[in-house]
């Protein structure tokens, strides 16, 4: 076999793994971020339209989605997202205020209008089981506030429940849950296994040795007959 031959050969299989890979992880990964900016709190969602769709023709067999209108699939959306979200500061629920679904092809982006903590709150609790299908969906919880950032993963394994410490000096919450998550972030890059990471790597340095020891060897030929 030439060596433009396993180049090529190099390319694909390096190519399709990635690809492969990806597809498989992104329909069950789902991002949620709480935020506070000039006093207003949020939480944005960035979720698999795909994966979002996937559960809703599992909930409702009987209804022709591709069919409903806009309006009438973003009610869905948001029924199953104020169904599947609790959010509790210091154990005192949290009322999720108006849902802006912005539906595309490949991604969802939502923005839920919520009420702050109170002066003094420790901790806030998430529990997301939003479109979760068969215990396959991973939520990050995230919260990006007082000049900070902490998440958690919640998964089937801890009932999708988790809580981040509120407090900047106080990471006795966010310490634990990092070591629920610690083997998560070490398994995985985006959604995607990091053994996946590392072979495709592995195989673009060797596409890239190929390609530097054909243009040598060209180069010496030439040489030689000169």
Known sequence: MSLRSITSLLVVAA????????RA??????????????????????LSTDG??????????HESLSEVSPKVYQDYVESELRSGIELRYDGTPVVLGKILVNLAA??????????GPSPGAREVE??????DLGGMQ??????????????????????????????????AV??????KTSSDGAASIQGVPRWTWTVGFG???????????????RWLVVADHH
């Open 52 to 61: 979002m769709h996937q559960f809703l023709t599992s909930k409702y067999p």
């Open 138 to 171: 991973n939520n990050i919880f995230q919260l990006a506030a007082y000049g900070f950032r902490r998440h958690v993963v919640l998964k089937s394994k801890n009932q999708f429940r988790g809580s981040l410490s509120l407090l900047a000096g106080d990471t």
């Open 126 to 131: 998430a529990h997301i089981e939003a479109f």
């Open 25 to 46: 992880h992104d329909p069950h990964l789902g991002t949620f971020i709480l935020s506070e900016q000039a006093g207003h709190w949020r939480l944005e969602a960035h």
């Open 203 to 217: 195989l673009a340095a060797l596409v890239l040795l190929a390609w530097r020891y054909g243009k040598r060897r």
């Open 106 to 115: 490949h991604a969802t982006q939502v923005s839920i209008a919520i009420e």
């Open 15 to 22: 190519t399709l793994l990635l690809a492969r890979s990806a």
């Open 174 to 179: 966010a310490q634990t849950q990092a070591s």
